[in-house]
């Protein structure tokens, strides 16, 4: 474990939620839960089911839009590069909202199709 804040589906914090379980479904839970998602589905704001989801639960997230082929050590050291200034957009701004995150750093991506 790297982080003990950080967990994931089918972490023992979050075994009732599987990897395979739908977006419509797990996304309102991490919303209760006032969790920030970090995801790699850039095409959520494109369907209107996840989409909705994402905004009626207030979510915080932040995806990885150029991770298409990357190893897991390139996700990583996104994630490590870019991390401090996830924590603080995550911190000072509420959601609904969903950041890119690229070598480029974070940008915030438009909801709304």
Known sequence: ???ADV???GHPSCQHIRPDTR???????AGRN???VVMRDKHIRSRPGERRALIESGLRTF?????G???KWDILSLLVI??????RIAR????????SITKGGVRPLALRP
């Not at 977006?23 to 839970?29: A, G, I, K, R, S």
């Open 1 to 3: 474990m790297i982080r």
């Open 7 to 9: 967990i994931y589906p």
């Open 23 to 29: 977006d419509e479904v797990w996304l309102p839970e």
């Open 34 to 36: 006032a969790w920030v």
């Open 63 to 67: 995806c990885l839009t150029s991770s």
């Open 69 to 71: 082929n990357a190893s």
């Open 82 to 87: 870019n991390w401090k200034e996830m924590a």
């Open 92 to 99: 000072e701004i509420p959601g609904p909202y969903i950041y």
